[in-house]
């Protein structure tokens, strides 16, 4: 006789799968876009290496930088007689330097460090699979049966997004320095949550009780509040937080008919 609560669990391992990987050409851009617009998630770990790539391209790839930090466009439409002709030869001209990018000492450096944050990001989240899982199943009743791709950018540059949906497939870019235990883990979750709701100010609230605090004091102990999460969202998990206590002590949860009750 078949043992449904091990056939469960094993579900849960093999319907919630996570490929982790590094695109070139998001990595260079992403690497040029937060550099120009200082987003940066530590203020020393290789900043060094990140000028020294900066510096490179600059000197050797200017309109590419130009056109990837997003100075290009504004700019275009009062330094070129022909600005819609400006854009289109740079953007014809992306690959072949995309490809000589590659090739560069300085690049590589960033994409070796890339690469071992990923291992990072992979092996812990593996490592907290089995709870976690368990975690936000209990949490929400969803069916956790998606495929996703984790797109891995620069541990020392902030990125954190639900790309959508793209040909079935679930894209997540990600990469930051991590502030505190399993916060790779944690908002990998959070990330993975945005695919299951609409996109307003109380679903984003919502997961972030879900995620950011309820699941982080699981894993790490302590309390909230004071809460972990985006500022402008404090006086929306204040208002979620009554109902919310109730909710985490119900013995039938469905976090979809609880959202649903939140705008009643």
């Given amino acids: 006789m078949k043992d449904l ?6 579900c849960y391992y093999f319907c919630m799968k996570l490929n982790f990987e590094i695109n070139r050409d998001y990595l260079i851009a992403h690497t040029i876009w937060c550099w120009d617009n200082e987003r940066f998630s530590s203020s020393t770990k290789h900043r060094a290496d990140l000028l020294k790539f900066i510096n490179a391209v600059w000197d050797n790839h200017r309109s590419t930088y130009e056109l990837l930090s997003g100075r290009m466009l504004p700019n275009s439409f009062v330094t070129s007689k022909q600005p819609f002709n400006s854009l289109k030869t740079v953007a014809d001209e992306l690959e072949l330097a995309m490809d000589q990018i590659e090739l560069t000492p300085e ?3 960033l994409f070796d460090q890339t690469k071992n944050y ?5 092996t812990q989240w593996q490592k907290n699979l089995d709870q ?3 975690i936000i199943k209990e949490l929400t009743n969803l069916n956790l049966d998606r495929e996703l ?14 790309l959508g949906q793209i040909n079935n497939n679930y894209l997540i870019a990600w990469g930051t320095t991590e502030k505190w235990p399993n916060y790779i883990t944690v908002y990998l979750w959070h990330e993975i949550l945005h695919s299951y709701f609409d996109s307003n100010n109380t679903t984003h609230a919502l997961i972030q ?3 950011d605090n309820e699941l982080r ?3 790490n102990g302590g309390q909230y509040p004071p809460f972990e999460g985006h500022s402008y969202l404090i006086d929306k998990m204040n208002e979620i937080l009554p109902s919310w206590k109730e909710y985490l002590l119900s013995s039938n949860k469905d976090i979809h008919s609880f959202e649903k009750s939140l705008s009643k």
């Fill in 5 to 10: 609560r091990k056939e469960k669990k094993l």
């Fill in 107 to 109: 690049y590589r450096k």
């Fill in 118 to 122: 990923l291992k990072i990001c992979q």
């Fill in 132 to 134: 976690t899982i368990s």
């Fill in 149 to 162: 791709t984790i797109i891995i950018t620069h541990p020392s540059l902030r990125n954190g997004y639900n």
């Fill in 209 to 211: 009780l879900i995620t």
């Fill in 217 to 219: 004091i699981r894993l």
